[in-house]
Every structure is written in C-alpha cells, then in structure tokens.
C-alpha cells in the first residue's frame, strides 16, 4: 500500500512489478538513453493514473512524487525520468484546472438561467437578486473553507489527464515534428559534421536527404566507436559520409558549415549534457565560427541547473580503454572512462526541438510552458 497523508491509494500487484522491474532494469544499466527511459517512465506513469483508486488531483499528485523518488533514486542522472514526471504533474494541474473551470462555467450559466426564470415569475427583482447574491456569497465561504486545492473530485478529471498523457507518450516516441524542421536548417551541397551515434540526429539528417544531396563528417567518438554505426546508417541512406578520428576534429573543422549533435539532456541555463568529447567538439566549432546545433526533444529539457557539474561525471567501464587482461601486467596506472561533457550555453548556437528552433538563452521560457513552479521540487508533498 502506497499512503499519502492518511488517505490509502493501493496500487495494483502487477503495476507494482513494473515499477520495481523498471528501477532495477535502470541500477542495473539495462535501460540506456533518454529516449528508452522517458517513453518507459511515460508508460508507467500513465499506469498509474489509469489503474489506482485516487479521488482528487492532489492523492494523485502526491502518489507520482511518491513513485518518482523511487525511480529518481535509482538513477539520479537519468534526467529524463524527473522531467517526464514534472510533465505529467504539470498536465495533472492543467487538466483540473480546465476542468473546475468548465464546470464552474456550467454552473454560472445555470444560475444565470434560473435566476431569469426566477425574475420573470416574481415581481420583486430586488429581493430576488440580494437573496441570489447572498447565497452565491455564502457557497464561496462554504467552499473556500471546505475545500482545499487540487482537493475536488471530477469525474471526468482521469480521461482528461489520460488523453493528455497520451499526447505527452506521442511526442516522446516520435521526433517526427522534429526531423521535418531539417530543410530549414540543412541546405544543398552542406558538409555537416556530427559526433557519436544519435536517433535524433540520425532521423533529422535521413529527413533532410530526401530532398537535399550533403556531405556528413562523423567522429569516432573514442572509446564507444558509435560513430561508426552512425557512418554506416548513414552511408545505407544514401548520404556521402566520411569517418574521422576524435583527433581530426579541429583539422577537419575548417570545411565545416554547420555542426549538428544531440544530447543526453538540456539544462535550465542553455547549456548541455553529451557524449563525452562533445565538448572539445563545441570548442572547436566556436574557434572556427561554425554553427553548433543541437537536436533535442523537449522530454530532454531539465529544469534543473549544473550548479555541481561534478555530478555529470559517471564514469563507464574502464575496459572500454584498458582491457582488464592488459591492466594486471602494468603497475600505477588509472583509467578514467567519463560517460558525459557539460557544454555551457556559450557553445550552443541553436537548439531545435518538436516546436522549433530556439537560442540557449530562450530556453527558460519553454520551461515556463511546460513545468510547473510547485513541482520543481518533487520530495514536496501538495
């Protein structure tokens, strides 16, 4: 049983296993990249709506906290599974605010309509209207003492939120809207180059071949090698790609007209988490004047700030680097093998998104759209 401030919510055995079988598969790295966990966090969330016993948006509210530190804790650096559980608390706040507000409507306008019958039937307006005014008066007292916040139940409040968790589950699984942005940012006879392996990216340049021929420079992106997938799918698609070495970036960066990567997550302050040596490829980008583009669905968008950017640091298996047979026959040597870069908002030229493109500096206002200030902190209870 999952209880929130004395009121029972019982959740389901099996929604139960999935969530406990989610956050083990996450500790044990056997769900990877934000797109793999945000659409698994959507899925769950949407579970749990749908299948729990709650009576107001505020039980549910409290019982997504509560089931978002549990997943959270698991893997504080996915930030994908706050961002997504701050989405569907904003939708959760939205749908009953537009609820209690058509319904209200409803009900002014039944008032309206009785008190006109009442009017037409009596000869003493005054009377009828003090004694209208009065009882309105009083409901509103009656109400603002009885009922708290987010404390109402609506009937129709759960499909209204499942529809629109529903449509937060569609933008997760496609960068559809995305990709189709493409021909406005890639042009005829470009060289575009891009580092390590991105759906995102990979989907957004395959967009842009149908109807324009460009060249693509892919990074190895050392020690992962995905860039060598990435050249490969790329190659399959028709697209005239050339395979580099992480040390040939700069070299490389003076034939360049655009740089076009994607992100593990999107700061409040513009800047970005990536692929580790994202960064020296920023660097390089930004000593050669050419544009950095970063590709990203809004899931990735934190409201968060890199105050501790030692907190990005996760560190792979050094195998990657040494293998462990290698290892045993050399005596004082460390292998350091980071997951990701912070590139701070002064590197990014552009972001491109499901809702187009916005400077680093704009980004505060789509979190603004999309998250709500009372659930920036989520061990809050409503």
């Not at 509560?66 to 930030?79: M, V």
């Not at 706050?82 to 537009?98: D, F, K, M, P, S």
């Not at 309509?113 to 003493?124: D, H, N, V, Y």
Request: glycine letters at 4%.
């Amino acid at each position: 049983q999952r209880r929130e401030r004395g009121c029972a919510l019982t959740m389901t055995d099996k929604l139960e296993q999935n969530i406990t079988k989610f956050i083990l598969a996450l500790k044990r790295g056997q769900v990877g990249g934000s797109f793999h966990v945000a659409n698994e966090t959507v899925s769950i969330l949407r579970a749990v709506v749908s299948s729990n016993r709650w009576h107001n948006a505020k039980q549910l509210i409290n019982l997504i906290k509560q089931i978002g530190r549990r997943i959270i804790s698991a893997k504080p650096f996915e930030l994908a599974v706050g961002n997504i559980i701050r989405r569907v608390l904003y939708v959760i706040r939205e749908a009953y605010t537009e609820t209690e507000k058509e319904l209200k409507e409803l009900e002014e306008q039944q008032k309206n309509k009785a008190k006109e019958l009442e009017l037409s039937r009596s000869s003493s307006t005054i009377d009828v209207r003090k004694s209208s005014s009065m009882i309105d008066r009083m409901r509103e007292d009656e109400d603002t003492k009885a009922e708290e916040k987010f404390s109402k139940s609506y009937s129709d409040l759960k499909s209204h939120i499942l529809e629109a968790i529903s449509d937060l589950l569609d933008e997760a699984k496609g960068d559809g809207h995305l990709a189709e942005r493409a021909l406005e940012h890639i042009h005829a006879n470009e060289i575009i180059m891009t580092f390590g392996k991105s759906r995102t990216v990979l989907e957004f340049l395959k967009f842009a071949a149908r109807k324009r021929k460009f060249e693509v420079i892919v990074a190895d992106s050392a020690p992962s090698n995905a860039g060598q997938e990435t050249a490969v799918l790329l190659a399959e698609a028709g697209i005239e790609t050339t395979l580099i070495t992480d040390s040939a970036i700069y070299s490389m960066m003076a034939r360049v007209n655009k740089v076009i990567v994607g992100t593990h997550a999107v700061m409040a302050n513009g800047g970005l988490v990536a692929f580790s040596g994202t960064h020296m490829l920023a660097q390089a980008a930004k000593c050669q004047a050419v544009p950095f583009v970063v590709c990203t669905g809004l899931y990735k968008l934190s409201p968060e700030y890199p105050h501790n950017q030692d907190a990005f640091t996760e560190l792979k298996s050094p195998e990657e680097v040494l293998s462990f047979e290698e290892a045993d026959s050399i005596d004082h040597v460390s292998v350091r093998n980071p997951a990701w870069d912070y590139i701070p908002p002064e590197l990014v030229s552009l972001y491109i998104t499901n809702v187009g493109g916005h400077n680093p500096s704009y980004l505060y206002r789509l979190l603004a759209e999309y998250y709500h200030p009372e659930d920036m902190d989520l061990t809050a209870v409503d």
